[in-house]
């Protein structure tokens, strides 16, 4: 298994794009990255998509090298292999106060997104948005869950949802 770190820079676009510079435009746009800063790409063949990433700056330095992977790269290579037909992933990070969540109906990759979060009923809510945009109901939804949460957030996860699955740390 690769190695991989965690990263909220990054995007999603079609595989087909090859031009660095575009790349590195995209990346711009979206996030206040230096010139200087390496952006890195992995293709996900499967859903017609190529990731593109930054490190994040941790205490001054760049946190992890080109041949780590993204923590959401190999979120996205478990969502095929989910069994249900919604397939939704939520990796909640109480210490960055982040949750990345992914979503797919079926083959059809529908979202990919990192989200800042106060607590985890904030995580709670940006699930339930993505799913109301996509059109699925939360109660025919099963999460699969990574990260730690206490019993009492896993009550109220419960509530919403078919089911989640408390999955091992990647």
């Known amino acids: 298994m690769a190695q991989h770190s965690h990263t909220s820079k990054f995007t999603l676009v079609p ?33 017609g998509a190529k990731l593109i990433y930054c490190w994040e700056e941790e205490n001054g330095h760049l946190k992890p090298i080109k041949e780590l992977v993204p923590t959401v790269f190999l979120h996205i290579e478990q969502l095929p292999k989910i069994q249900e037909h919604n397939k939704l992933i939520m990796d909640f990070r109480q210490e960055s106060k982040e949750c990345c969540i992914l979503l797919a109906e079926g083959d059809r990759l529908i979202g990919v997104n990192c989200y800042h979060t106060a607590d985890f009923g904030t995580a709670i809510y940006y699930m339930l948005e993505l799913l109301n945009k996509s059109q699925i109901n939360p109660q025919q939804s099963v999460v699969n869950l990574y990260g730690s949460v206490t019993d009492s957030e896993l009550e109220r996860l419960g509530g919403y949802v078919k089911s989640f699955k408390i999955c091992p740390a990647l």
Do not use: K, N
Request: net charge negative.
């Open 15 to 47: 595989i087909q794009m090859r031009d660095e510079v575009q790349l590195r435009q995209i990346m711009a746009d979206l996030f206040d990255i230096q010139e200087s800063r390496p952006i890195y790409s992995l293709d996900v063949p499967h859903y």
